[in-house]
Nanobody, 122 residues
Framework: QVQLVESGGGFVQPGGSLRLSCAAS????????MGWYRQAPGKQREFVAE???????NYVDSVKGRFTISRDSAENTVYLQMNSLKPEDTAVYYC????????????????WGKGTQVTVSS
């Protein structure tokens, strides 16, 4: 019943910008954190950024100063503003959410989106 839907991926030249969005829907009581991971061809999936319900943000070192994560609590949506994009940023970007489904849920559950392609090339 919980679904994460990403959007905003595409093709961009080096130095350009993109903004990704991810909306969570379904049976959700509360969201502890939402974030982004990415996986390039032939590489392991890696953490990119996350933001908690308390607006604490964390980033992987390679994107600090270039990417900004934010959220819209009313819409259960997380955004990733990506500036000064490099070819090394090319990957499928996946949305991640850690949430509590109901008041009676003893633990938080983790969900993933299906991914959106980001290609940075001249």
């Amino acid at each position: 019943q919980v679904q994460l839907v990403e959007s905003g991926g595409g093709f961009v030249q080096p130095g350009g910008s993109l903004r990704l969005s991810c909306a969570a829907s379904g049976s959700i009581f509360s969201i502890n954190a939402m974030g982004w991971y990415r996986q390039a061809p032939g590489k392991q999936r890696e953490f990119v950024a996350e933001i908690t319900s308390g607006d604490n943000a964390n980033y992987v070192d390679s994107v600090k100063g270039r990417f900004t994560i934010s959220r819209d609590s009313a819409e259960n949506t997380v955004y990733l503003q990506m500036n000064s994009l490099k070819p090394e940023d090319t990957a499928v970007y996946y949305c991640n959410a850690v949430l509590r489904r109901t008041f009676y849920s003893a633990a938080y559950s983790e969900y993933w989106g299906k991914g959106t392609q980001v290609t940075v090339s001249s």
